[in-house]
């Protein structure tokens, strides 16, 4: 296939491309150490870039470990060899990391020290990608000391994430490392000193106590959203709202609700239900049998809420062909309450219901809120007794 001056020779993974002599090419994203092997009268530089202090490491990555570069994809290097899944499998592999934190890298590279061998994952287009081990050098050594060094504990990989120097230069010596500053981003950010200042002096016990999951580790992650920098928490702002007894849950919802100051925070989690307490409030509302009124009256300043399933029942019967059918279930589900003086309160939820799809489809649903275990599961216990007799006596009639 032809380009003008150009021509593509091969098959898609192993193409070639070729021009007539002559021809000018513009080609960006290169890397000065693959036009090394260039005679200097072929090619001239139009323009070139020193100010990321990463691209040199990109650039020996490139032709140490055969790791991408921009858009240029190097050979696989000549003394690479196929990987060991053995060494895998035993977890001797140590994470060398090829990007800063804030950024993704198009490689993985793990280090066996003792076996002095690195394992290259390069990735690729449609889910295709390469795997070979490195016999470790002096080079390489060296290589892999300036990149955990730049990429995970330099003031730039600090920046990647939005902390500034003075904050870098607190925590340098610290747990809190830019990866777990990374890990830490969808709970919490650290811009400036004052952050700073709280991480080193709160302990992560102290944090957990509170209603924030926090721990210097580089592999923790929570659920409560997704990281985005600019919408979490400072560090200092969520000490702030800890000390007024403001869980992370429920200073999330409250800012998804457009209170982002945390003094708006603080003034509207005095008047506004949490999460937690509405569900409470609906399900003693929905209860067919009476909760106290100093339950109900508790569960109003709840501020987390835990649910989980403990047993479930159920039975169906569907005709050979079509939708048509009939179910019978049950449910009994533990709601664990954390209140604001970080004391819990359960609500035990026997619920059962019924569906049945005919000419139209109905259903319906039935919920009985206990505060007592022995008398929840002794309630659990007869209603799938009753439901049992039930689906007994459909079965009978379904059948005559």
Known sequence: MAYGDLSIEGTAEDSRISWKPGTLILVEDVPTTSLASLPPHSYTT???????????????AFTLLGTRYRSDIPPVPADAFPADPQR???????????????????????????????????????????????????????????????FAASTTAYASLGAGPEAASQLSLTAWSPLALRSLLPLMRVVDADDATVLKLRSPDLWRSEGWEVAPSPNSH????????????????????????????????????????????ISEHALRPTEAARTARELIRASETPVPKEVGTALAAAQRHEPEVADTWQH???????????????????????????????????????????????????????????????LWRSTCRELQKLTDQLQRDTCS
């Open 46 to 60: 139009l323009r070139s870039r020193t100010d990321d202090p990463g691209d040199s490491i990109r650039r020996e």
């Open 88 to 150: 895998e499998a035993s977890r001797v592999l140590r994470h060398v990391p090829t990007e800063y934190p804030a950024l993704t890298g198009a490689a993985e590279v793990f280090v066996d020290h003792e076996g002095a061998v690195l394992t290259i994952r390069r990735y690729g287009c449609n889910g295709r990608g390469t795997q070979y081990d490195l016999p470790m050098t002096a080079e390489r050594a060296e290589l892999v000391d300036r990149m955990h060094h730049e």
């Open 222 to 265: 929570t659920d409560l959203r997704d990281a985005s920098p600019e919408r979490a928490w400072r560090a200092a702002e969520a000490a702030a709202l800890a000390a007024a007894g403001i869980s992370a849950s429920r200073a999330y919802e409250l800012r998804d609700l457009g209170f982002s100051t945390v003094q708006s925070a």
């Open 316 to 378: 169906e019967y569907r005709r050979s062909c079509g939708p048509e059918g009939w179910g019978l279930w049950a449910k009994l589900t533990r709601h664990t309450f954390t209140l604001g003086d970080g004391r819990t309160s359960t609500l035990w939820d026997v619920a059962n219901g019924w569906w049945a799809i005919g000419e139209e489809g109905e259903e319906a649903q039935t919920c009985c809120i206990v505060v007592d275990e022995h008398a929840a599961r002794s």
